[in-house]
């Protein structure tokens, strides 16, 4: 399904280097785009040094536009300053080292639209291109209380009737976004370089009341982190990404622990399941309780102190 009359979509894909694999980018995104859809490819390049701005200078297509940052901005700058020139109703940020597939874009607007008022930031399934494992199906929350990636993928027959999953956050390496949202939050927070920036993107559509989901029929590949760089900056990210979020990174990590608590009881010697605490966790993982037991909050709280307590040595 694809968007009302009049509707233009917004490409922005940030460059840094890596020019094959825009190369490759461009010409997947060329073959998949449906052909009734309005649309502009907006390339914002943050510095590349490599041919990336030859070979951008030699385009000729008019829905193309080209953005030159004069210096490395990061990924999150590049992106804004993309979307600050975008015409389009719907953003759709793309990294430069994907491969798009036939009919990936469809049931990402599909659900936005199907989710309509409601809508916060769309995502998809992302496979390796080396090995074709499933790399993203969204991000969750560890028992450290840190984004990660989840790797799960529904069976075949399961995708006939499932199309979406509600996560609390995605990748921006391949996302959806109204422009009005993204305007009305600011746009991702350049204080994050090159990491972590989409996850407080999707806390914050969250908490303005809207819902993250991922499009289980729209499955691309990704070379993943192909720019150089990347992830220099992970550790200094995640702690920014963890003080302004503790509460909701420990709140989105209780079921989690409840069913980690509960195997290891279960796996134990002397397996203690009828102690209240492993009851309520049981609840609690079943969704028959609503508020989490207190030895979840106690111990994603203990967790994030020793994350924390990591970090202030490591970084200072």
Not at 123 to 134: E, F, K, L, P, Y
Not at 278 to 304: E, K
Request: net charge positive; with cysteine; glycine share 6%.
């Amino acid at each position: 399904m694809l968007p009302a009359r009049g509707m233009q979509v917004s490409f922005i894909i940030p460059l840094y280097n890596c020019l094959a694999l825009t190369q490759a980018c461009l010409a997947s995104l060329h073959a998949t785009v449906p052909r009734d859809l309005s649309h502009e490819i907006i390339f914002v390049d943050d510095g590349s040094t490599d041919g990336t701005r030859a070979w951008l200078a030699s385009l000729d297509s008019p829905e193309i536009r080209v953005v030159l940052n004069p210096r490395n901005l990061g990924y999150a700058a590049a992106n804004n300053r993309g979307a600050a020139l975008a015409r389009g109703d719907l953003l759709v940020l793309l990294n430069s080292d994907l491969i798009l597939t036939r009919r990936w874009l469809e049931p990402m607007l599909a659900l936005h639209r199907r989710l309509g008022p409601r809508a916060g930031v769309i995502g998809n399934i992302q496979r390796t291109v080396a090995t074709r494992a499933v790399d993203h199906s969204g991000i969750v929350i560890n028992l450290k209380a840190k984004p990660e990636h989840s790797t799960w993928f529904p069976p075949r027959w399961l995708r006939f009737v499932l199309r979406s999953r509600r996560v609390p956050a995605v990748t921006g390496a391949c996302a959806l976004i109204s422009r009005s949202l993204w305007n009305d939050l600011g746009g991702f927070d350049e204080a994050f370089l090159n990491g972590a920036e989409d996850v407080d993107l999707c806390f914050r559509t969250h908490a303005a009341g809207r819902i993250n989901a991922v499009a289980l029929r729209s499955v691309i590949l990704h070379h993943v982190s192909a720019s150089p760089g990347r992830k220099l900056r992970n550790e200094a990210n995640s702690r920014r990404l963890a003080l302004r979020w503790r509460n909701e990174l420990e709140r989105l990590a209780y079921h989690r622990w409840c069913w980690n608590y509960l195997d290891r009881e279960w796996t134990s010697p002397h397996p203690a399941l009828a102690h209240p605490d492993a009851r309520a966790a049981l609840f609690y993982s079943l969704r028959l309780r609503r508020t989490p037991p207190a030895i979840a909050v106690a111990g994603m709280r203990a967790n994030m102190d020793l994350e924390l307590a990591r970090w202030e040595k490591l970084l200072g």
